[in-house]
């Protein structure tokens, strides 16, 4: 069983960049099959995806935040990370790591983190 | 960008009824390209059906996606008790993922 657990600080200052990372169980971040992805969901709201990676490394971004976002993987843990820069309080947002692509087309998410709750304040 | 257009916003019923949800592209969706999740209060989605029609892994048949092009729909044949929850298309287009806004579906 696919699992997925984010960490990372809830509060993040104006300007800063949040920093995330999902640790996998199950499945192997560096060698699978399919891809690790990020999407976030602002309180109230609905869901944006903000971008992915492949096990080889390559990554896609959604456009409207490509200038700020960077995913990683850290095969030696198992994780992958997401770093979203210039950060402002439209970023606040309960973020969700994910596993996608195990579906025809590879374009749906079937694992799922709980979610962590990432506040932009000062 | 493909805009995902969801109605209705809220579709109250009661359980045992039909629910029939829309999802409208701004252009078409390839077909392996379309999928529907469920959301409760406090949780994840969840992945209910892909590539217009196919269930995920244990999803009952009371579920089930159809359409083409523009136009979707997810369909739950008679609401259990634990469907009342929020419903979201999802298409997959250029590199690109976009979600539509939702489908509350509340206990009338």
């Known amino acids: 069983q696919v699992q997925l657990q984010e960490s990372g600080p809830g509060l993040v200052k104006p300007s800063q960049t949040l920093s995330l990372t999902c640790t996998v169980s199950g499945d192997s971040v560096g060698s699978s099959s399919y891809y690790w992805t990020w999407i976030r969901q602002p309180a109230g709201k609905g869901l944006e995806w903000v971008g992915r990676i492949y096990s080889n490394g390559r990554t896609n971004y959604n456009p409207s935040l490509k200038s700020r976002v960077t995913i990683s993987t850290d095969t030696s843990k198992n994780q992958f990370s997401l770093k979203l820069s210039s950060v402002t309080a439209a970023d606040t947002a309960v973020y969700y790591c994910a596993r996608g692509g195990d579906c025809t087309g590879g374009a749906c998410f079937t694992y799922w983190g709980q979610g962590t709750l990432v506040t932009v304040s000062s | 960008e493909i805009v995902l257009t969801q109605s209705p916003g809220t579709l109250s019923l009661s359980p045992g009824e039909r629910a029939t949800l829309s999802c409208r592209a701004s252009?078409?969706?390839?077909?392996?390209?379309l999928a529907w999740y469920q959301q409760k209060p406090g949780q994840a989605p969840s992945l209910l059906i892909y590539g217009i029609s196919s269930r995920a892994s244990g999803i009952p048949d009371r579920f089930s996606g159809s359409g083409s092009g523009t136009d979707f729909t997810l369909t739950i044949s008679r609401l259990e008790p634990e469907d009342f929850a929020m419903y979201y298309c999802?298409?997959?287009?250029?590199?690109?993922?976009?979600f539509g806004p939702g489908t509350r579906v509340d206990i009338k």
């Open positions: 999802q298409q997959y287009g250029s590199s690109l993922f976009t």
């Open positions: 252009q078409s969706v390839g077909s392996d390209y």
